[in-house]
């Protein structure tokens, strides 16, 4: 008898084991659309898990770890906008035809719900697990605006869709469900940062998106920020989620060995502070631009008659550029000065350490290094450099200029943009008067020849490359005109200077200067002498030029 009954006991028992295993693998009522029609906020987000031991199951959901490159991002292609996920799910996950995808927006305080058809979503398995696999998932994001969005997953597949509780959701509120991160998408910043007006090589600035990145057709994950200054180095260094939002870090450093590109970084107008920069956020669904300063120098533009005195850089450098790196790198800063030509484009010191005096070295240039923001470059009156300078532009060469900046340990910290050094001379000069003194009577009425009495500075010179001419012509005959006293002009052994004809005056390649040797010459006046005892003939000059061919040519 109690054999029997420890019998009867023991069936029981199997029959409510066996009856506990069938219902804790009943896979419970299905959630449908239906389930998911109103929101009035978002869902915390599913975060799946990789477990490193191969003997443990990983858990489903959306994977966001930027150090294994399971990065949420964006690409353009022709079909349009596309967000991609990862998501860790079941290694035949494509298998399942239970799986419905949502999508919660959110547009200032207003939560609508999208559901989306298989034809806008694309699952594509990225790589196999022992009963799991890493997936991407593909959201077709083509006409949809909202502030925010977050996409849900939900499938009840027995066999390939997700468990009953999943990731954060272990309270079984979203049975059968994977949902991701909120997401920044038409307004992923609520202010976009503002760059510095006058930003200097060496600064380091910090950004935070809740946005994805951006992926380009190639499947190539770049930077969201582009900057058209190739000292500017963007960097994502991190993509988290923070209070149920995806934040995507970059960093953007500056790269000191880029910062000496004349052709890049010269200022386009010699009015502005620095060179002109544009950084695009090129996040698919909300491209945004700015532009600002960057570097803080303005290009030096001289006259000839600059070179007559002192000239100093002082009013080139912006003062908040000046404030910034102190405020940045200190006070305990200092400074050198280099320069560069379009023939030798390397930059090297505007004073040697020596002072030797060699041709590339100019020890004229006062203050061409000191303590930073005390003391400013200035070159003295017919400064050696700005000489150099003017005879380089004479040639067709660009002449450029650049400070760098040092901590007490003499590193290097920050550059300001490199500019442009020019001197503007006429490409034409000649003589406003050329005196011939007094006409003696012998002269006049007897006729002769005088020479200028200021055949000193009595020079015409040429500031052009190439080959070319100047020729000369008289104006109008006055009352006064010399050809009154049956006189005229000529130059060297050239042939009298006319108004009906140009006289070549001079011909020649390149920069020069030549002596004009002006002669009066008088045939011999035989009338009663003018009034009027002073006479002058204006004279009209024209330079005519032809560029050096090149080599090809």
């Not at 010191?349 to 004229?364: F, H, N, Q, R, T």
């Not at 020649?508 to 003018?530: M, R």
Request: charged share 15%.
């Amino acid at each position: 008898m109690r054999k029997q009954l420890f019998t009867y006991q023991l069936y029981l028992l199997l029959f409510f084991t066996c009856g506990l295993i069938y219902f804790s693998f009943d896979p419970g009522p299905t959630a449908h659309a239906a389930d998911i029609t109103t929101v009035t906020d978002f869902a915390p987000w599913t975060e799946g898990y990789r477990n490193p031991d191969p003997d443990k199951r990983n858990e489903y959901g959306y994977m966001v770890n930027s150090n294994n490159n399971n990065i949420i991002n964006e690409t353009n292609t022709s079909n349009g906008i596309n967000l991609n996920f990862r998501v860790l799910a079941h290694i035949n996950w494509d298998q399942s035809t239970n799986t419905k995808y949502y999508l919660l927006l959110k547009s200032g305080a207003t939560f609508r719900v999208l559901t989306l058809t298989s034809n806008q979503v694309t699952r594509t398995k990225v790589k196999d697990y022992s009963r799991t696999a890493l997936w991407n998932v593909s959201v077709n994001m083509s006409g949809i605006s909202a502030d925010q969005v977050q996409l849900v997953l939900f499938d009840d597949s027995i066999f390939y869709g997700f468990w009953k509780k999943n990731g954060v959701a272990y309270d079984g509120t979203y049975s059968y469900t994977l949902v991701s991160p909120v997401i920044g998408w038409n307004n992923p910043a609520s202010s976009w940062p503002k760059f510095s007006s006058q930003t200097y090589a060496g600064q380091t600035t910090t950004l935070t998106l809740d946005a994805p990145d951006f992926q380009t057709n190639s499947n190539t994950l770049t930077n969201v920020l582009a900057f058209d200054n190739p000292v500017f180095v963007p960097n994502l260094t991190d993509q988290k989620v923070v209070d149920n939002t995806l934040q995507s870090d970059y960093k953007i450093t500056t790269d000191l060995s880029q910062a000496e590109q004349v052709n890049a970084l010269v200022p386009q107008t010699d009015t502005l502070f620095g060179r002109q920069t544009t950084v695009k956020y090129q996040l698919p669904s909300s491209p945004t631009t700015q532009t600002f300063q960057y570097g803080g120098l303005k290009n030096l533009i001289l006259t000839s008659t600059d070179l007559t005195q002192p000239v100093s850089t002082k009013a080139n450098l912006a003062p908040d550029w000046i404030n910034q790196v102190t405020t940045e790198l200190g006070s305990n800063l200092t400074y050198r000065w280099f320069y560069a030509t379009s023939e030798d484009p390397d930059f090297k010191k505007l004073v040697k350490d020596d002072s030797s005096g060699d041709s590339d070295d100019y020890p004229d240039s006062q203050n061409s290094s000191g303590t930073f923001g005390q003391a400013w470059l200035t070159f003295p009156k017919d400064s050696k450099f700005l000489n150099f300078v003017a005879t380089q532009n004479q040639q067709g060469h660009q002449v450029y200029l650049l400070m760098k900046i040092y901590d007490q340990s003499d590193n290097l910290k920050a550059l300001t943009n490199p500019i442009l050094v020019q001197v503007t001379t006429p490409a034409l000069q000649v003589p406003d008067t050329i005196n011939f003194d007094t006409i003696g009577t012998t002269k006049l009425y007897g006729g002769g020849q005088l020479a200028s009495q200021s055949s000193a500075t009595d020079q015409l010179t040429v500031n052009t490359a190439g080959s070319w001419q100047v020729a000369a012509t008289l104006g109008t005959e006055s009352t006064n005109s010399i050809r009154k006293l049956n006189g005229w002009l000529s130059f060297g052994a050239g042939q009298p200077l006319s108004a009906d004809q140009a006289v070549t005056v001079a011909s020649g390649t390149g920069p020069k200067t030549l002596p004009l040797n002006a002669k009066l010459n008088l045939k011999g006046y035989h009338h009663a002498l003018p009034t009027n005892r002073n006479f002058n003939e204006t004279i009209t000059w024209n330079l005519t030029t032809q560029p050096t061919p090149s080599a090809t040519e």
